[in-house]
């Protein structure tokens, strides 16, 4: 069974609407972390977090709020949707180890029209 | 900051033949850890292989690789590519200094064909 679970699979969201990806996470890890993933970029990290109720900024932070309310769900939140936020996003989590494994969900794509 | 290039963005092998990924990285700190990551398509990205040992040569899958810390380099090499090798390669660095935050390059697809 997945460890790490996101929802939706697929979300198609309209320009200026609010779109919140959410994350689950079974493996009782305190890192989590929200990347998108485009080609020609890689995998870019957008916001992370060390535990319930801490989120922090990542390299492209711009535009997305996250929440951390328990150590299992993470949540990536986009208040005024954008067509340039037209991506797969990935949630991760991660031991908090200075060399951890990050687990990765399924991914997310997510098209703003 | 810490960065990570992959110079290659696409890579044509024929099944066989020997496979080399490359990656250097820039880092200010002086213990970085270095990660390959691959992704299946249609699949999320997993670890492939890891190390924070200079010199030292480590294996998983029939990949490897090794962290030279005096060229900041950390190379994916495999002797013989197969077909079920074609995926995106992604090599990634974190460090002491930034704790577990990690960064990836590009990535590199590698397809192989028969």
């Known amino acids: 069974e997945a460890a790490v679970t996101q929802s939706p699979r697929n979300k198609v969201a309209v320009t200026g609407g609010k779109v919140t990806l959410s994350c689950n996470q079974t493996n009782n890890h305190n890192n989590m972390y929200w990347y998108r993933q485009d080609t020609g970029h890689g995998l870019r990290l957008i916001h992370y977090s060390y535990g319930a109720g801490s989120t922090e900024k990542g390299d492209i932070p711009d535009g997305y709020k996250a929440s951390r309310p328990s150590q299992e769900n993470f949540s990536l939140i986009l208040e005024l949707a954008t067509p340039s936020q037209t991506s797969v996003y990935f949630c991760a989590s991660g031991e908090g180890l200075g060399a951890e494994t990050l687990y990765f969900g399924s991914g997310t794509r997510l098209t703003v029209l | ?114």
């Not at chain 2, 990205?45 to 900041?72: I, M, V, Y």
């Not at chain 2, 079920?84 to 590698?110: E, I, N």
């Open chain 2, 1 to 114: 900051g810490d960065s990570v290039t992959q110079t290659e963005g696409l890579v044509t092998l024929t099944e066989g033949l020997p496979v080399m990924l490359n990656c250097t990285y820039q880092t200010i700190y002086s213990n970085p850890f270095l990660f390959w990551y691959v992704q299946h398509l249609n699949e999320s990205p997993r670890l492939l292989l890891k190390s924070f040992t200079d010199n030292k040569r480590t294996e998983h899958q029939g990949f490897h690789a090794t962290l030279h810390k005096s060229s900041s380099s950390f190379h994916l090499q495999k002797s013989s590519a197969q077909l079920s090798d074609s995926a995106l390669y992604y090599c990634a660095l974190s460090d002491l200094g930034t704790g577990s935050k990690l960064s990836f390059g590009k990535g590199a697809k590698l397809t192989v064909s028969p």
